[in-house]
């Protein structure tokens, strides 16, 4: 029941927060919810895209538990197990915002797992022209705004880098170079493969992934980096 209204409870649950800290932030406005009948309620299509806005602001120790309450499995892969070498591209041809959205749908049809690409275009200049993807240190994650169970065979994720960066509608007002495209299945897998990718791409990794010569160097620097972040947890 992806749009049912979920309890104060239900939502510290959800999120894998702790209720006491879920009561002092709806309090004080940081959180999606209604008081009704001064009991809080939250809408679930109306959480996930509040954490898909907030991801990036949350702390490592948050989003493990996000990834915990979503069902990452202890030592999961959970983007680089998504990523296949054929949707790696290191210097992308494209040099404007609405190129790189097709460019990287055309990507995706690459990895032979894409059904729909018109769907996925769709979605994903949608999602952009409601809220840009791009996070700090030159990274974007386009991804729809729900997900697309019958856009694709199995999840995906690609990674494209464009040769130098482009105006993508960043709130922080840099220009943006990496991108993470992301095609998943189902609310829960979405938020905890977002969930471990924030936590990948750390300032150190971004740089060194804006150094790396070849598809195949920049596929291996984010498993390691995974593989690095699965053992610390």
Excluded at 178 to 193: A, E, G, K, M, Y
Excluded at 226 to 231: G, I
Aim: aromatic share 6%.
């Amino acid at each position: 029941m992806p749009y049912q209204n979920m309890s104060l409870g239900d939502f510290a649950k959800h999120v894998g927060m702790d209720e006491r800290e879920v009561w002092r932030m709806a309090d004080r406005g940081l959180l999606p919810g209604t008081k009704v009948a001064g009991e809080w309620r939250f809408n679930r299509a109306r959480v996930t895209e509040w954490l898909q806005q907030e991801m990036s602001t949350f702390k490592e120790d948050r989003l493990i538990g996000l990834e915990q309450a979503m069902g990452t499995r202890t030592g999961e892969l959970a983007v680089t197990e998504l990523i296949g070498l054929e949707g790696v591209e290191a210097d992308l041809a494209a040099n404007t915002r609405a190129s790189v959205l097709s460019e990287l749908v055309r990507l995706a049809e690459r990895t032979g797992l894409l059904y729909d690409e018109k769907g996925l275009h769709a979605a994903i200049e949608e999602r952009e022209s409601l809220c840009s993807t791009a996070l700090p240190h030159g990274v974007a994650i386009p991804h729809p705004r729900q997900p697309m169970p019958y856009a694709s065979a199995e999840p995906l994720i690609c990674v494209a880098r464009l040769s130098r960066g482009i105006p993508f509608g960043s709130p922080y007002r840099d220009l943006t170079r990496l991108f993470f495209l992301i095609c998943c299945h189902d609310d829960r897998h979405h938020l905890r493969v977002l969930a471990r990718l924030v936590r990948i791409l750390d300032v150190d990794t971004i740089g060194r992934l804006m150094e790396a010569d070849t598809s195949e160097e920049l596929l291996g620097l984010l498993i390691e980096k995974e593989k690095s972040v699965v053992n610390d947890t």
